[in-house]
C-alpha cells in the first residue's frame, strides 16, 4: 500500500530521500496486529487452559504470545499458527488477518496468496480496520484503487491512523489545491500527525511545502525529526526559508502548543537564522529569551544585543523590553533617560505596555520628572488600551483614595498593604518588582509576591505565575503547574488564560471555564 499511497513524495524532489526511507518496507510485512494486542502481564496457564478449553479469544492471544515471543514464551511460528488457525475457524477476525498474512508471506506455512487473500478479505468484512487497509493496499498495488478507497475509507471510520495516512496522502497526491478532497487530505494526516504517526508527520509536512505552507510543513518535519526521522535535517537544508518563515517556525517551537511540543533548541536555531538576516521578529524574541531568562537561560547582554538590532528598527516591543533592562541596568549600563527615549518610541506607535512603563517612570521619576497629572494621563491612556497592571494598579489607587503625587510613598503604602494580606497589593508588588519600578528588579521576590496572592486565589497573580512555570523563569518549568493556575484564573473569567488554555491544546477545559461565566 505505501508505494501507491506513500508516492506523493517522489513527485518532490526534496523529499526523495525521505520517501525512500518510507515505501522501503512497502507492501506485506509480518508484524503484531496494532489492534488488540495481548497484555504485557498474563498467566499464560490460564489463558492455555481456556485456548484448550475453545475460547477463540484466547486462541488469538495465545497464538499473539508465541509470535511476539513474550509472557515468558519462546517465539514460535508453528505455535502461532496453530492457535490463530483455531481462532479463525470460530471467525475470529484478527486471528484470521494475522494468518492471512503467514500465507502471503510463506513464513512457517506453505505461500499460499489467494488463501491468504480470502482470509484478510473474510476479516476485512468481519470490520477488522487493519484487515481492511491490508485489502486496500493488495487492491491499489494492482491499480485498482476504484476498489482500494472504499476498503481505506472504511479502516479510517475506525480511527485506524495508518490509513489516515494513506488516503490522505493518496488525496494531496491526486486532488487540485484548495478543493475539498485536497483539504480532506490534510485534516486526514493532521490528525494521524497529531497522534504521532511518523509517516503522517512526513507527508504532511512535505505536502504543506509543495503547497507553499513552508513554516507549517518545516514544524511538522522538525517533529518528524524529533521522533526518529534523521534524514529530515539534511532535507530541510535545501528548503528556502524567509526570514519571517524562519521566525514563525521558531516562535511554534518557543511556544508549543498541545500537539507541537515545545523545544528551545529548534526555536533557537530558527531564531537565530532568521534574526540574522535582521528580522526584527526575531530579535525581539531571542531577547526577550535571554533577557527574562526563559528556560533558565538567563543571559540578558546576549539578549539586550538582540533587542538592539531590533530596536533599531523601530519594534515596540523590543523598545519597551530595551527600555526595562536600560532603566535597571540589566544586560547593559543603567541609564533612565535612554529608557524613556525608547519608551516615547513605542508609545508614539500606541503600543499599550510603553505607555504603562512610561506612567510607572513618571510615578517614580525615573529618567523623567515625576508630574501627578502626568501620570495620570499615562495610566488613563494605557488603561484605555486595556492594559492590565495599569487598569488593577488604577483600579487599587482609586478604591484606597491613593495620589500619584509621591511615587515612593505610595509605593510603601501598596507594600504595607501586601504584606497585611491584600492580595491586589501583593499581585501588584510582584508587577513592581517584575519591571523594577521604584525598585531594583527581583524575579525573586516577584515570584514571592505572586504566590502569596495565589493563595488568595486572586485571578491576575494566577495566570502571571501560570505563565512563569510555563516558560520555566525563575521557577522549574512545569506545564500541568501552569495549567492548573490558568483553569482556576480562567474559571474567574480571565481571558488571558483562557487563551493560554486553548494554545496548550486544552481547549475542552477553556470552554467548560467559559460556561461557567
Not at 505505501?2 to 518532490?12: E, Q, T
Not at 478449553?53 to 509470535?67: H, I, N, P, T
Not at 523598545?319 to 541596568?329: E, M, S, V, Y
Amino acid at each position: 500500500m505505501k508505494r501507491k499511497f506513500m508516492s506523493y513524495f517522489l513527485r518532490n524532489r526534496l523529499f526523495r530521500a525521505l520517501a525512500a526511507g518510507l515505501i522501503c518496507a512497502g507492501g506485506m510485512v509480518l508484524q503484531a496486529s496494532a489492534q488488540n494486542a495481548p497484555q504485557s502481564t498474563v498467566n499464560i496457564a490460564q489463558l492455555r487452559a481456556a485456548a484448550e478449553q475453545g475460547d477463540a479469544e484466547s486462541q488469538l492471544s495465545l497464538g499473539m504470545y508465541y509470535f511476539m515471543g513474550e509472557g515468558g514464551l519462546k517465539q514460535s511460528d508453528a505455535d502461532a499458527i496453530k492457535w490463530f488457525q483455531l481462532a479463525a475457524k470460530q471467525k475470529n477476525y484478527q486471528a484470521q488477518y494475522m494468518l492471512g498474512i503467514y500465507c502471503m508471506e510463506g513464513r512457517g506455512i506453505k505461500k499460499n496468496e489467494e488463501l491468504g487473500t480470502k482470509l484478510i478479505l473474510s476479516a476485512a468484512n468481519g470490520g477488522f480496520a487493519e484487515a481492511q487497509y491490508e485489502y486496500a493496499s493488495m487492491l491499489a498495488e494492482q491499480n485498482k484503487m476504484s476498489e482500494a478507497l472504499p476498503w481505506m475509507k472504511k479502516a479510517v471510520a475506525q480511527e485506524y491512523y495508518p490509513a489516515f495516512v494513506a488516503l490522505g496522502s493518496h488525496y494531496i497526491a491526486t486532488a487540485k489545491p484548495g478543493t475539498p478532497e485536497m483539504n480532506q487530505g490534510i485534516q486526514l494526516l493532521m490528525a494521524a500527525a497529531s497522534e504521532g504517526d511518523l509517516d503522517a508527520q512526513l507527508t504532511l509536512g512535505a505536502a504543506l511545502v509543495e503547497q507553499k505552507e513552508t513554516a507549517a510543513g518545516v514544524v511538522w518535519l522538525e517533529v518528524a525529526s524529533m521522533n526518529g526521522a534523521k534524514d529530515v535535517a539534511e532535507a530541510l537544508k535545501e528548503l528556502k526559508v524567509s526570514p519571517e518563515e524562519a521566525c514563525e517556525i521558531a516562535s511554534v517551537f518557543y511556544h508549543g502548543d498541545g500537539i507541537i511540543p515545545k523545544n528551545y533548541q529548534k526555536f533557537k536555531f530558527w531564531a537565530e537564522k532568521s534574526a540574522a538576516e535582521n528580522y526584527a521578529g526575531a530579535q525581539t524574541l531571542l531577547g526577550m529569551y535571554y533577557c527574562i531568562g526563559v528556560n533558565h537561560e538567563l543571559t540578558p547582554e546576549r539578549g539586550v544585543e538582540f533587542l538592539e538590532k531590533a530596536a533599531a528598527q523601530n519594534d515596540p516591543e523590543a523598545l519597551t523590553l530595551l527600555a526595562i533592562c536600560c532603566r535597571n541596568g540589566r544586560g547593559t549600563a543603567q541609564d533612565p533617560k535612554r529608557a524613556i527615549e525608547l519608551l516615547q518610541k513605542a508609545a508614539k506607535q500606541n503600543y499599550a505596555p510603553a505607555y504603562t512603563q512610561l506612567a510607572f517612570s513618571s510615578l517614580f521619576g525615573s529618567g523623567i520628572v515625576s508630574k501627578e497629572d502626568v501620570t495620570r494621563k499615562l495610566f488613563q491612556k494605557a488603561g484605555a488600551m486595556n492594559e492590565r497592571t495599569a487598569l488593577v494598579f488604577m483600579d487599587y489607587c482609586t478604591k484606597n483614595s491613593l495620589s500619584f503625587e509621591n511615587g515612593p510613598a505610595l509605593l510603601k503604602q501598596i507594600a504595607a498593604a501586601a504584606k497585611a494580606g491584600d492580595a491586589q497589593a501583593q499581585y501588584l508588588m510582584g508587577e513592581i518588582y517584575c519591571d523594577g519600578h521604584g525598585v531594583k528588579m527581583d524575579e525573586k521576590i516577584m515570584v514571592a509576591y505572586y504566590t502569596m496572592a495565589v493563595k488568595q486565589n486572586y485571578i491576575y497573580a494566577l495566570t502571571e505565575l501560570s505563565r512563569l512555570y510555563e516558560m520555566g523563569i525563575y521557577v522549574k518549568e512545569n506545564r500541568d503547574v501552569a495549567i492548573q493556575l490558568a483553569l482556576k484564573a480562567a474559571e474567574q473569567g480571565d481571558q488571558q488564560a483562557l487563551s493560554y488554555l486553548n494554545s496548550v491544546g486544552q481547549v475542552d477545559a477553556a470552554e467548560q471555564t467559559q460556561n461557567l461565566n
